[in-house]
Antibody
């Protein structure tokens, strides 16, 4: 059974870098899947942030203006999110998720999600 | 990557059917069949409910169904039950290998 678990600081100061990791158990990250990050500000909707493939190839939302980096750890047991120069607008629950693959190999939906971790940006 | 458009809320009585719409553009729903729907219960992570427009993951009730026409996708829940009360989000693959979510719809079971 594949499980994802987000971890990281719950409080980050404005202008600093938000760093989160997503631990993957029950499956190797190097199994051809894509892995993603999605966030949800309190009381608001879901926002896709970006995906990373086992090859290291990444895809990002344009709305974060190059502040975002997603990577797979060399140990291949987790992947990470780094968001630079955070502001209060970056306060949200951050979810990591797995993208299931179609027979064509194209990612088709986020089928497994972590429980989420709340991050607050405040001094 | 503008968010997909969903109604803020819908409601229905137990046993009835409801439909939630999700409107995109020719860059997402209008071109790709990678439209998915997620159910989010209060305080919980989203749960995949429909993928590839109309496919149900194993374990999801057949009361949930999806469809698409042009740039609009729809989620229908038949035989509404109290446990269906939740927020529902649509999502689509878009050009540039990116993804977009809808703003979410709050379903109230009266």
């Amino acid at each position: 059974q594949v499980q994802l678990q987000e971890s990281g600081p719950g409080l980050v100061k404005p202008s600093e870098t938000l760093s989160l990791t997503c631990g993957v158990s029950g499956q190797s990250i190097s199994s051809g899947y894509y892995w993603g990050w999605i966030r949800q500000p309190p009381g608001k909707g879901l926002e896709w942030l970006g995906n990373v493939h086992q090859s290291g190839k990444t895809y990002y939302t344009t709305s974060l203006n190059s502040r975002l980096t997603i990577s797979i750890d060399a140990s291949k047991t987790h992947f990470s999110l780094n968001l630079k120069s955070v502001t209060a607008a970056d306060s949200a629950i951050y979810y990591c998720a797995r993208l299931k693959l179609a027979n064509s190999g194209r990612p088709e939906a986020f089928d497994i999600w972590g429980l989420g971790t709340m991050v607050t940006v405040s001094s | 990557q503008s968010a997909l458009t969903q109604p803020a809320s819908v409601s229905g009585s137990p046993g009835q059917s409801i439909t939630i719409s999700c409107t995109g553009t020719s860059s997402d729903i209008g071109t790709y069949n990678y439209v998915s729907w997620y159910q989010q219960l209060p305080g919980k992570a989203p749960k995949l409910t429909i993928y590839d427009v109309s496919e149900r993951p194993s374990g999801v009730s057949n009361r949930f169904s999806g469809s698409k026409s042009g740039i609009t996708a729809s989620l229908t829940i038949s035989g509404l039950q109290a446990e269906d009360e939740a927020d529902y989000y649509c999502s689509s693959y878009t050009t540039g290998s990116t993804w977009v979510f809808g703003g979410g719809t709050k379903l109230t079971v009266l």
